[in-house]
């Protein structure tokens, strides 16, 4: 019995036509939803104990899966989107994520053809298993302060890996604790005592035998994360080296070589596919913040529309949580923002062969805009998603807090995505970070002055302010900050806006984001020229150059969606209903950031107010349509992990069951009454042993 | 070795000095300070292992330790103030918690006195352990929707206690699951075939001999809960009942009885008690709170200062993170956020006073004010921690992800406490709610329309827009909504502010937060009054009546923050931090809302712009202050549990050593390996059994 039938016919689009919108072709819907069946049912992937278990069976039970995901991978004759999709609805953190995503890119990058021609069979097979040891416990985000040393020895042409404090151990590396037998091992590297920055190097770690640490090589785990089950399925680790010896052919050796005689050279090879592989990498954060962000609002919604509170009449049913406004007002904006990010995370796909064509014809000439632009919208996108994950458990009231409700694991999961240092893609675009400031004569704006945290939003303020100095020199500012070019008529021109529907008119409310954000860019640039050391004003201002590339990158967001719905759209409602997301998001955005708009006197107080109402009755739209728009997403009850979020709405009885599940149930009397309970209740506690 | 050293000697104030006023008085500074040094230097009460434990040992563990508090407490003769420190400091939810916090109090409140005399003495001396069994699987915070029964049967004198439906199931009760012997019950009384309303029951639930549930009784635990120890220390239960009788004189009947004869009468006891409660209650809450966030900012303060992170400058060490503007500008607000609601807490214990004095003298007329802005005072200061201890965690960069920074527990400890359900002392007030909407004919505002989660908001607003239709009619309003009465004047009036400092005066800072909350709640009025049913008004605009209550609310914190600086306030410097903080206070919020501020033309752009300004440098006056104005709480490494605000600084052999002690680093090759790993390396899955 379906329990959210009737909201189901309530939908005024074709859900089969939106499935295919969100999964971006036919062909990628098609191969999801055959996979994620497949996944769902298959008993030897069952996920719902995971919270219950401890350390030990949780890891020991991760270590099953990864095995057996291979043999079915194989088994079934997989092909690599398959065999990657299988892996993502598997939805486990696990060391493979590390091997695939990390090491085997790493060698694949930075290696030679020859390196590649060794390595790579073995990967491949799983005949080894890498890790990315990027990371120390003193140094995260910045690459340049590792202290790791890799010092070339030219009496045995070996490099001497060491560790030479504690600080320098590495720290946080998925895979590396109990699992990896070789890992990509960034260092620094010394030859004939002169230093050259940090490398690659790929270094055994354990016995392929025994599997116990080869000499010099102290590894473990480094403890309890975050969540029940989240990211504890994995084997973050700690490694020292104690001068272990490596052959030179084991340094990454693409970009810069060392010779046999300890000469440091850079080779000539192109950097395109370090610059490529950013655009990706960020694609592929901003496509994971719209799949998170997805699965917590079908979650909220589902059970907003199942549960009942307050407001019944005559004795009648209690009213739906789904249709109070401070309800609607905090989940409807999630549900847009969930339909954005997937816009503008395919948008970035775009980009990167855009981005890959113009390399290959030696154009760089985008690169600086790719470069910001992509980094502001990783950061705003994850940010944006694990507070919308919390806000969805929020949504969900009490029963949120419940493991059963999925909502805490996806928490877990996700927030690392905003913190960098545990977060593997993140890892590696950090390392690209390096290779960029390494390298790439087009960032001058990026250097090691970005702040912790809120790094990627100063990289893109610095570009934003130096877009704003070259505007007088007759250079044309391009792709995403094309709008500078007007930044004559948009510092001058006023909202125009008259009534609620003019807030419906793209080209009204993209003049408006685009002005707030001419004007916040230019207001920070005149206090900036207020100093004499640029560098000092950048550090003083930097709260308010945050907020100018938090405006820029909404912007982009926003104009991704409405150039999304220029876009052909087929099937009935279905661009009816993503207009109107279209407006929940960015008249959701005009309200929360109503200050600057009115700082910046391009709207009136009573042109904000209008916003306001036309929001309530986009609102009052998409109501009815609500669940049929999560159900768009096609996520099975397996992936979502969720009781609140059931497709069939049958909530309270399967809470119920799921209860007595839990290992406090084994018994009646729990385990510690007779020692700890009873001689209490029967006043014998000055006698107990405790 | 103190690694904080330096930052400590930069203070510019008395530390002494300081943690007196944090703690309110020397007395109780003096008890905290002894009580919580006892439990940290006592083995007994080591919580460092807790984020390892599966859920079984994890909940003996609990056991052990309630058992071990209660020997101790005789053992040392504690006073019964001690005693509750001495189970604060212990940090660790337990049955206990709502055996003293909930379970007493019930039959105290709604006991009669006979009832008192025959159930307390077995509680005080734990001879029964009790919890209290109000939320129903299907039904958190509408009290009025609970399902169970309590049917009178005459012919023998009992009440019939029963759960009709699946979602009549008791779910939540901590205590309930494992542990008590008894609970207070809430349920649906029926005499006659007549309803009479929730009603308190006393109700055996398991044998005092072998702590079997009793014959009809069905009870256990409802399963993991967010985090890792975090709530799955406490056996939150679920309690189904088949026609369980219980004797007449177990229904709590101190406002109402039931007679031999099954006659349903209202007593004419005094309702004092329970108004009195209900502020009593939400003090705690705030207490709490700011207990929670002082401590997240602990750690976050400390962490900051031992970081290092990009700005090496000719190699030498990188900068300190909490050098950085935008770490100061997450953190600092956070940190004086903690003073602020320290300081709103400490008046709410006045108010808690004022009005129980007044109720003694039949004096009802402070009582909808003190109610609406004690219910928006707890639903700030609960949403604004939670939020605020995620940001300290992100502010650790990727070890805040670790279980020993400490953030993750204190995260998911804390989070209950904004969303009702699941919040022990937050039952209580929905309890307290309840009798109130049954008998309180001075709180008509309060009924059953609230929306869920914002309903404490809601609740503010509505006492707003009623404060407001009567201010034509010579009503004067009192307490915080005295400055309604000036209406006419802040309707009219604009902020005078010409330079930066300007903001620091706190006349100035009143009339703005004056202003912004008059304007918006008048703004709210008028757009109500277009409505011609009030209630469907009320549904539509609720999003923008939050907002109005919050901006009344954010009025009373800084208002109670600017009156603590005009009393004496001893120790050199102290009083300068404290109106720093006052100042980042009001600023953060100034800067966070301005769109409130700018939008009703209180401000001007180039003004809030000054206030901006002025926030800039107020961090700069702190920072030096930071580390000593965390010392000033004063708590222990056991309390905070937390390696990254460990007190010595010495962060990183500490996270080093704790790495080790993981149940996964008990062997050096994993369990599992043999099974799930080598078959892999050694290309023999196909013959695994997986």
Redesign the interface.
Request: charge should be positive; aromatic fraction near 12%; include cysteine.
């Given at each position: 019995m379906d329990y959210l039938a009737d909201e189901r016919k309530k939908a005024e689009f074709d859900v089969d036509e939106m499935k295919i919108i969100w999964a971006g072709s036919r062909h990628t819907f098609e191969v999801s939803d055959r996979i994620s069946k497949l996944v769902a049912n298959d008993p030897?992937f069952r996920k719902d104990n995971r919270?219950?278990?401890?350390?030990?069976?949780l890891?020991?039970n991760t270590?099953?899966k990864?095995?057996?995901a291979?043999?079915r991978i194989?088994e079934l004759h997989l092909s690599e989107e398959e065999a990657s999709r299988l892996r993502f609805y598997v939805d486990e953190p696990a060391y493979t994520d590390l091997h695939w995503g990390m090491f085997v890119p790493a060698i694949k990058g930075q290696g030679t053809d020859e390196q590649q021609k060794k390595w790579l069979p073995l990967a491949y097979?799983?005949?080894?298993?890498g890790c990315y040891a990027q990371?120390e416990?003193?140094h995260?985000?910045?690459v340049?302060?590792l202290e790791t040393t890799a010092t070339f020895d030219p009496q045995t042409d070996e490099f001497v890996i060491h560790s030479p404090t504690?600080?320098s151990?590495k720290?946080?590396p998925g895979g590396l604790?109990?699992?990896s037998?070789h890992g990509v091992v960034y260092a620094r590297l010394i030859t004939n005592g002169e230093e050259h920055g940090i490398h690659g190097f790929i270094v055994q770690l354990r016995s392929?035998e025994?599997?116990?640490?080869l000499p010099g090589v102290t590894v473990?785990?480094?403890?309890?994360?975050?969540?029940?089950g989240a990211?504890n399925t994995m084997?973050n680790g700690?490694l020292r080296f104690d001068h272990v010896r490596i052959p030179r052919n084991q340094m990454l050796m693409r970009v810069s070589q060392v010779t046999r005689d300890g000469k440091y050279k850079q080779s000539d090879v192109p950097r395109q596919l370090v610059y490529g592989t950013m655009v990706y990498v960020r694609q592929t954060i901003v496509a994971d913040a719209s799949c998170a962000l997805s699965r917590a609002v079908t979650i909220a919604t589902r059970y907003s529309a199942v549960r009942?509170?307050?407001?019944?009449q005559n004795g009648g049913p209690?009213t739906q949580?789904i249709d109070?406004?401070?309800?609607q007002?905090?989940l409807f904006p999630l549900l847009a923002s969930a339909y954005a990010f997937k816009f503008v995370g395919e948008w970035l796909t775009w980009l990167y062969n855009d981005v890959t064509q113009r390399l290959q014809a030696s154009d760089f000439s985008t690169l600086p805009e790719a470069h910001a632009c992509t980094a502001g919208l990783k950061s705003l996108t994850t940010t944006a998603t694990a507070d919308g994950i919390?806000e969805c458990?929020?949504?969900c009231?009490?029963?949120?807090?419940?493991?059963?409700s999925g909502l805490?694991e996806l928490f877990?999961v996700y927030?690392?995505a905003?913190?960098?240092?545990?977060d593997n893609t993140v890892l590696l675009l950090q390392h690209i970070f390096t290779r960029v400031v390494q390298y790439g004569k087009h960032f001058k704006l990026l250097d090691?002055?970005?702040?912790?945290?809120?790094s990627l939003l100063?990289l893109v303020a610095r570009f934003l302010m130096k877009t704003v100095s070259q505007l007088g020199s007759g250079k044309k500012p391009l792709g995403t900050i094309a709008y500078m070019g007007k930044i004559e008529h948009l510092m001058q021109s006023r909202c125009t806006v008259q009534k609620a529907e003019d807030w419906l008119k793209p080209s009204q409310v993209l003049e408006a984001f685009e002005a707030r954000a001419v004007k916040m860019a230019v207001s920070c640039a005149k206090n900036l020229s207020k100093f004499t050391n640029p560098e000092e004003g950048f550090?003083?201002?930097?709260?308010?150059l945050?907020e100018a590339a938090v405006a820029h990158c909404q912007l982009i967001v926003v104009s991704k969606f409405i150039d999304k719905l220029q876009q052909d759209i087929p099937g009935k409602g279905v661009k009816q209903q993503l207009e109107a997301l279209c407006g929940i998001y960015y008249l959701y955005l005009l309200?929360k950031?109503?200050?600057?708009?009115?700082?910046?006197?391009y709207l009136t107080?009573k042109q904000?107010?209008l916003a306001?109402d036309q929001l309530?009755s986009l609102y009052t739209k998409v109501r009815p349509n609500a669940v049929a728009l999560v159900d768009s997403f096609n996520y099975t009850d397996h992936f979502l992990g969720s009781i609140l979020g059931c497709y069939d709405g049958n909530v309270?009885?399967k809470?119920?069951d799921?209860?007595?599940?839990?290992?406090?149930?084994?018994s009646?009397?729990?385990?510690?009454?007779h020692?700890?309970?009873?001689?209490?209740?029967k006043?014998q506690?000055?006698t107990?042993k405790?």
């Open positions: 030897g919270t219950m278990l401890a350390r030990k069976e890891f020991k270590l099953r990864a095995a057996y291979w043999k194989h097979k799983m005949q080894i298993i990371t416990l003193g995260g985000s910045n340049q302060g504690l600080t151990s720290w946080w604790g109990k699992v037998t392929l025994d599997h116990l640490p473990g785990d480094i403890g309890m994360k975050f969540g029940n990211y084997d700690v009942r509170q307050f407001g019944s209690e949580v109070y406004k401070t309800q007002n905090r919390e458990r929020k949504l009231g009490g029963h949120g807090y419940l493991c059963s805490p877990a927030v690392p905003c913190t960098y240092e545990g090691n002055k970005m702040s912790c945290g809120l100063v550090a003083e201002l930097s709260a308010d945050v309200h950031h109503q200050g600057d708009f009115l700082a910046t006197s107080p904000a107010a306001n309530r309270y009885p809470l119920y799921a209860a007595w599940k839990d290992p406090l149930n084994d009646v009397v729990p385990e510690g009454y020692e700890y309970v009873r001689p209490l209740l006043q506690l000055h107990a405790l």
